[in-house]
Structure formats: C-alpha cells, structure tokens
C-alpha cells in the first residue's frame, strides 16, 4: 500500500501539495487519541514530542503545545510543574475524564477502521 506521499510521487492529477493537505486533515483529526493514549505517564511537551515521533507520529510543537493547553481546558489532562534535568517543566498526564473520553474515542476510531475496511472490500 502507497503513503500519501509516495502516491503523490506517482499521481500529477492530485498533486502532493493537495494530498498533503488531506493526510494532514486527517491526522488532525486523531492527534487528540494518540495524546490521550500517549499520556498514560506524564510528559513534559518536548518528552511527549520525541515518544510520539519514536513510534512514526511526527508533531510539530506549534500543534502540540496548543493542543495540550486545550486539552487541559477541556479537563482531558491535568499537568504539574516539576524540575527535571535543572529546568523547570510542565508535566501533563491523562485526567479521569480523559481516560473516559480515551475509550470513547478507540471504540469509535476501530468501528471507523471496521467500517472503511468493509468499504474496501466491495471495490
């Protein structure tokens, strides 16, 4: 199976700047899951950052640090400040409301998955 950019490299009719905007549509939509699966453990921004890029979900600090503001105003994290390496830094872990959210949202990501994965089978 392609990559959106590898299909973009074989595909002049969408263009890699359009398919590019549609795979980035995409993950926006399920940065919210992989930050609340990702912060079973605390994380300060920049740790959350590398364990996210280690499993091959790059994110750029300009969403992240917005998204876990937002998240934490939505009462999905809660965070703390603690001293780590010397330098004081914002810690943020899963709330009890985000972990209720967590599971609403994998029962939903794997019946989409399910039913896409249908819609496949009748092409």
């Not at 590019?20 to 990702?38: D, F, I, P, S, Y």
Request: glycine share 8%; charged share 30%; with cysteine.
């Amino acid at each position: 199976m392609l990559c959106m950019a590898q299909y973009a490299e074989n595909d002049m009719t969408l263009g890699a700047e359009r398919l590019n905007k549609l795979a980035m549509e995409m993950r926006r939509g399920m940065l919210v899951l992989a930050v609340l699966r990702a912060l079973d453990q605390p994380h300060y921004g920049y740790s959350l950052r590398k364990r996210l890029a280690t499993i091959g979900l790059e994110i750029d600090e300009g969403t992240l640090y917005p998204l876990l503001r937002r998240l934490e105003d939505q009462g999905l994290l809660s965070s703390t400040w603690q001293v780590h390496d010397g330098r004081k830094r914002r810690f943020y872990v899963i709330a009890e409301d985000g972990r209720t959210a967590l599971e609403l949202m994998t029962a939903e990501w794997r019946k989409l998955n399910r039913t896409i994965d249908k819609l496949g089978e009748t092409w």
